[in-house]
């Protein structure tokens, strides 16, 4: 389990809930992105729900057989 930090681009920001699944840095200077690190780093430890969070997120939402339902549902829309 790791710890996301990345900008709101594209489908990252419907994945990435900030402070709930990750962060999200709106400006992605060196100094926004330090700063963030710097957090991570100190409450590493205290960050085990989010880590978790973000597990389960990945699994409901990615796993295979979810992915697998996903494209039979596409497919079967597309036959009929």
């Keep these: 389990k790791i710890i996301v930090i990345t900008t709101p681009q594209g489908a990252v920001k419907d994945t990435i809930q900030d402070g709930h ?14 700063k963030k690190l710097e957090y991570v780093f100190m ?3 205290q960050l085990d729900e989010l880590k978790n969070n973000a597990y389960q997120l990945v699994k409901e939402r990615y796993s295979l057989p979810k992915m697998l339902e996903g494209y039979h549902t596409l497919y079967s829309n597309l036959v009929e």
Excluded: C, K, R, V
């Excluded at 699944?21 to 330090?34: K, N, V, Y």
């Design 21 to 34: 699944t990750g962060f999200l840095i709106e400006s992605p200077t060196a100094q926004a992105i330090a």
């Design 43 to 45: 409450n590493y430890e």
